[in-house]
Each structure stands twice: as structure tokens, then as C-alpha cells.
Nanobody, 122 residues
Framework: QVQLVESGGGLVQAGGSLRLSCAAS????????MGWFRQPPGKEREFVAA???????TSYADSVKGRFIISRDNAKNMYLQMNSLKPEDTATYYC????????????????WGQGTQVTVSS
């Protein structure tokens, strides 16, 4: 089992920045690829970014490429640096863990956090 807890969400103006954190506990953190997903109000959950077990491979949704940066450390933490935020980035953000690899499909992730709300005002 892996337990995931997100933090760092909040209200920010368009053009601002936020840094989300995901703290993991339980099984060996380094054995899992990690991802960030988000669910805008009234919409389905969607892929944001993913990072490999070593941290050497990252991938991003086109909508956030060049603005968001995913990273992880050896202390069971993963991060999402969000810059140049837009109102359309408003969503609940979830971190997730996968034994399969840093993919973009929700089905590839076995463990999920409870989410943290990000609201971007125009």
C-alpha cells in the first residue's frame, strides 16, 4: 500500500504560481512512477504530468507544457511547480502512483491521493 497526501493548493491570480506537494508513505516510494492529474469542475479527470521512478523521464500534457514542472526527491515527495497559471487551470489536483511507469492513463495508476484544490482567478 502507498498513501498519498497532496498539499499546496489555493487561490491565485492569473499569471501567478503555486507549488503542489505530494507526500508518500508506505511501500518503497522509489519503486513507483508518479503522476499528477486534475479534475476541472464538471469535467473528467485528466492527465497533467508524470515522472519516472528515477526522475529522469518526465512527460506533460500539451496544455501545461512549458509552464508546469514535475519533480521528485528521495524523501518520498513529489512536486508540481505551476507557473503562468490560467483560469482554465482551475481544478482539483491529484497525485498518483504507478508500478507500470509514467503514463498518461488514469488506469495505469494504482494509488491516489484525496486531491488539493487550485483556483485561478482572472
Amino acid at each position: 500500500q502507498v498513501q498519498l497526501v497532496e498539499s499546496g493548493g489555493g487561490l491565485v491570480q492569473a499569471g501567478g504560481s503555486l507549488r503542489l506537494s505530494c507526500a508518500a508513505s508506505g511501500r518503497t516510494f522509489s519503486g513507483y512512477a508518479m503522476g499528477w492529474f486534475r479534475q476541472p469542475p464538471g469535467k473528467e479527470r485528466e492527465f497533467v504530468a508524470a515522472i519516472s521512478r528515477s526522475g529522469g523521464i518526465t512527460s506533460y500534457a500539451d496544455s501545461v507544457k512549458g509552464r508546469f514542472i514535475i519533480s521528485r526527491d528521495n524523501a518520498k515527495n513529489m512536486y508540481l511547480q505551476m507557473n503562468s497559471l490560467k483560469p482554465e487551470d482551475t481544478a482539483t489536483y491529484y497525485c498518483a502512483a504507478s508500478r507500470q511507469g509514467p503514463g498518461s492513463s488514469l488506469r495505469g495508476y494504482e494509488y491516489w491521493g484525496q486531491g488539493t484544490q487550485v483556483t485561478v482567478s482572472s
